[in-house]
């Protein structure tokens, strides 16, 4: 699928909590000062998190899928590096696995991919079984705060990308069956990495989502859309966890943060601290603020920032709709809060409300690309279905009502059927129609839109 998708990184914060100590469950215990307490008190009383207990959702061990699925992801690993090894007296590699699209050398490599999904074959079985698992959980360190590593969801998108490739041969095999069992795979994995509300995991989530679209296109191509090559990217799409919601991704980020400032403002010594927040000497961040920069790690003045950082965060969660494809409002108040954080740039009380707010609104964007992904991909069924029957596509866009409904400008998506060739597009999150331009061909990566073809290109 062609789409505009940046994954955002791991949730836009850059503060790095080193040597954190544990802070127990209760957030009020220890307390430094009461100004930032004062606001998390508020925060609890909103209904975001702030302790652990409320954070966390403890996984029973025999129901969680994700163990089996690290397991596979290592013998994949090891597979692939035998895979690639350069051979003897050569430096290079076979080939790259890690490179972004390698599934586009399936057709010229067909015979190696082959090869290698059969060496694949019994880690991506197992991979399979670990998917019908009810639950999805990882043991975290979340007293970390902003230093919590998320090196799982990696491998959640390494073992899909295999799962994809080995859908795509099975399909060219005609093996109808097998390419349905990984397509659906897929998609649990993708709403696995949903079972945090963190905005990594919702970027992940769409992420593997957007690797499960790709795959089904192709296999839907392979098949020339036949029944069974419908109904099984149908079957799959019914498992994609819900869109995503930036409101509840905030839940965590607050939490995150709430733990990382109160480990900062509980610093003692002023150049540990300095160096904590980007203010040593040969910080840009130190030059910007100058002589201001000694203020800024007293006692008080951190305090202060902690309360602005937090209530910022508090801020966005109130003022955020609960519809995650509200995309207008959702932008309203990031925007504002961008404005307002401009405002007070150079003033220390809001360093740290600079330092920690993310960039939620590319993320809030990529949600609703998914959703819109979604709707096209099923618009594109019903085209096939429509073709099966009468023997050519419809003439006009097959569906009314909110499935017709571009989510970017709130008109009707655009649908072509020429010459046995259906494209199907919606404008993107830039609003402007590019005549069906996606990615792949807008030149240097320019404006485009997100647009499904049949057959792919």
Not at 42 to 68: H, I, M, S
Not at 194 to 216: F, N, R
Not at 236 to 250: E, F, Q, R, T
Request: glycine share 8%; aromatic share 8%; proline share 6%.
């Amino acid at each position: 699928m062609k789409s505009k998708f940046v994954l955002l990184g791991c949730a836009g914060f850059v503060v790095v909590c080193a040597g954190f100590c544990g802070l127990g469950t209760f957030l009020f215990q220890n307390r430094a000062t009461d100004g930032f307490f004062a606001e998390i008190a508020q925060a609890k009383a909103d209904g975001l998190p702030t302790t652990l207990e409320e954070f966390t959702k403890p996984v029973e061990p025999k129901l969680n899928a994700g163990p089996g699925l690290l397991a596979a992801a290592e013998t994949i690993k090891q597979q692939a590096s035998a895979l690639t090894r350069p051979k003897t007296g050569s430096r290079t590699p076979t080939f790259d696995f890690n490179r972004s699209n390698w599934e586009a050398e399936i057709p010229k490599n067909e015979k190696f991919f082959n090869a290698a999904i059969a060496s694949m074959n019994p880690a991506l079985d197992r991979a399979v079984a670990a998917t019908k698992m009810p639950a999805f959980g990882f043991d975290r360190d979340y007293n970390k705060g902003f230093s919590t590593l998320f090196p799982e969801y990696a491998e959640m998108k390494m073992v899909s990308r295999w799962l994809s490739l080995r859908a795509i041969l099975r399909a060219k095999a005609g093996n109808e069956a097998g390419m349905a069992e990984d397509l659906r795979a897929i998609a649990r994995i993708s709403a696995f990495c949903a079972t945090d509300d963190i905005l990594i995991g919702y970027l992940v989530q769409v992420s593997v989502e957007e690797i499960m679209m790709k795959a089904a296109l192709q296999c839907l191509s392979l098949r020339n859309g036949s029944p069974g090559s419908i109904r099984a990217v149908r079957d799959a799409a019914k498992v994609l966890g819900p869109i995503p919601n930036v409101k509840n991704s905030i839940r965590a980020e607050y939490f995150l943060a709430m733990l990382s400032l109160k480990e900062i403002i509980n610093k003692r010594d002023p150049n540990e601290l300095k160096e904590l927040l980007g203010l040593g000497p040969d910080s840009p961040a130190a030059s910007e603020y100058g002589v201001l920069s000694n203020l800024m790690v007293a006692p008080g003045m951190l305090d202060t920032n902690a309360k602005n950082a937090l209530e910022q965060q508090r801020l966005n969660y109130l003022a955020l709709p609960t519809d995650p494809l509200d995309l207008v409002k959702s932008k309203s108040v990031f925007n504002a809060a961008t404005r307002r954080l401009l405002a007070q740039q150079k003033n220390p009380q809001y360093y740290l409300a600079n330092m920690l707010s993310p960039v939620f609104e590319g993320a809030a964007e990529a949600f609703v690309t998914a959703a819109q992904e979604r709707r096209l991909l099923e618009v594109l069924l019903l085209s096939l279905e429509g073709r099966n029957r009468t023997g050519k596509f419809p003439a006009k866009l097959p569906v009314k009502g909110a499935l017709a409904t571009d989510l970017f400008d709130g008109g009707v998506l655009r649908y072509s059927a020429k010459a046995g060739r259906i494209t199907i597009y919606s404008v993107g999150p830039d609003g402007n129609d590019n005549n069906g331009v996606g990615p792949s061909t807008s030149p240097g990566g320019g404006e485009h839109d997100i647009v499904v073809s049949f057959p792919t290109e």
